[in-house]
């Protein structure tokens, strides 16, 4: 990715440039917005079924602001930067990225692509900015808790497309109705119930 940006740059100089900094601007812009629409939202604690959205406040290197947090989030008003399926009182589910391993409850590995990481932990595991809930009310059955361990176990990250791609897959193994979401908004449209700040005390 880094490559073909850095070629782009050097055939289109002015034109990448401009196109950079308008998704830069834009990102920042609509991150803004969110945040203060969401100043009095209340906050929730995971269940069982959630949607976890991640933002990130951190400064990010060129290529990464540009293409993976103004390119990607153009589609929606909601600059998110991750998701994650809260599987239980204690589990969730997320892939993550190859440049970002983390450890995975479920091989007992320090790994990318999909894992179980601890609820709890998501503080210590997402440090870039703040997390939503988007409520669901799904509360997974035992079986459909084993159906999605069993479909985690050891998936790459390309596999499912990115996180988020991660989540509408495993979403398809208990709803098989859900369709493609590309943005936090499809998620609330469909289901949310509620959405408010992470609350893990």
Request: proline share 6%; aromatic share 12%; charged share 20%.
């Amino acid at each position: 990715m880094g490559v073909i940006f850095a070629l782009f740059l050097v055939k289109f100089p002015i034109t990448v440039v401009l196109i950079s900094l308008g998704l830069v601007i834009l990102f920042y812009i609509k991150k803004d917005r969110f945040y203060k629409k969401m100043i009095a939202a209340p906050t929730l604690k995971p269940e069982s079924g959630d949607i976890i959205v991640y933002f990130t406040d951190k400064r990010a290197d060129l290529l990464d602001l540009v293409l993976w947090k103004g390119g990607l989030t153009l589609p929606s008003s909601i600059p998110a930067s991750h998701y994650s399926l809260v599987l239980d009182d204690e589990y969730f589910l997320e892939s993550h990225h190859p440049d970002n391993k983390r450890y995975d409850y479920l091989t007992g590995e320090t790994r990318a692509g999909m894992r179980m990481g601890l609820t709890k932990n998501i503080p210590n595991d997402w440090t870039n900015g703040p997390a939503l809930v988007i409520r669901t009310n799904f509360n997974f059955t035992p079986h459909e808790r084993e159906r999605l361990i069993k479909y985690a176990i050891g998936r790459p990250y390309w596999s499912d497309g990115g996180c988020m791609g991660a989540i509408n897959n495993a979403l398809k193994i208990c709803k098989p109705e859900h369709p493609n979401v590309i943005t936090p908004e499809g998620f609330m449209k469909l289901y949310g119930v509620t959405i408010g700040w992470i609350n893990l005390s």
